[in-house]
Each structure stands twice: as structure tokens, then as C-alpha cells.
């Protein structure tokens, strides 16, 4: 996830544009904004100064959702923690196990294995 997007550039018109906020969120359902997910496409770039002559993107994402790629300093962005799948108020009939499933934290699944 993108934690500062103001020195992020994209490209537009063929062209190696800014891209402030980097375009880090969208709006679920109930129209709260929400931090995009991206993939990493590449690392150890240089491209074109982010603001102060020392600096430069050597990063290359890409949003899940719209595919929209963004060009960013690695220091700017978060790794996103992974969330497990499981089973709660199960029941037993014969051998079928039934239950809901929900997703959970990764921090709480880790509790819950210990």
C-alpha cells in the first residue's frame, strides 16, 4: 500500500506525469475511502527526480483493481499483512462440517494458533 504518494508519478498521454496522493484509495460500499492494494512490478529503478535532487523512484506498482500504474520511492510504501480464511460456529452432522466463514487479521490468527 502507497503511505505517501505525493512524489509518485504516473504516465499520462505517453508522458512521465505527477501523480500526487498516487492515487492510494478507493471507495467501498458505503463510500469510505479505503487504501488501494498493489503489486510490485519491479525494483531498483531509477527514474526521473521525486522532488529533491537525492531522491528518485525506484519502484514500479501496479493497482489490483484499476491496473493503473504508479512509479514510487520504495520508502513510501507498506507492505500489506496477509488475512486467513476460517471456519467459526461450526456444526457436526454425520462427516459434513458446517460453519460461517470469515476473514480474519493476520495478527489475530496468530494469537488464535497459539
Excluded at 5 to 34: C, F, H, M, Q
Excluded at 75 to 98: A, D, E, W, Y
Aim: aromatic share 8%; glycine share 8%.
Amino acid at each position: 500500500m502507497i503511505n505517501d504518494g505525493s512524489w509518485s508519478r504516473t504516465i499520462r498521454d505517453n508522458e512521465l506525469v505527477s501523480s500526487p496522493g498516487g492515487d492510494k484509495y478507493r471507495a467501498d460500499r458505503e463510500y469510505n475511502y479505503v487504501r488501494k492494494q498493489y503489486v510490485i512490478i519491479e525494483t531498483g529503478c531509477s527514474f526521473p527526480s521525486t522532488g529533491s535532487s537525492n531522491s528518485f523512484n525506484n519502484t514500479v506498482i501496479q493497482a489490483i483493481d484499476s491496473g493503473k500504474v504508479v512509479f514510487i520511492e520504495e520508502r513510501f510504501l507498506r507492505p500489506v499483512l496477509p488475512t486467513h480464511k476460517v471456519m467459526v460456529n461450526m456444526t457436526q452432522s454425520g462427516g459434513l462440517i458446517c460453519g460461517e466463514i470469515v476473514e480474519i487479521s493476520d495478527e489475530l490468527y496468530k494469537q488464535i494458533k497459539k
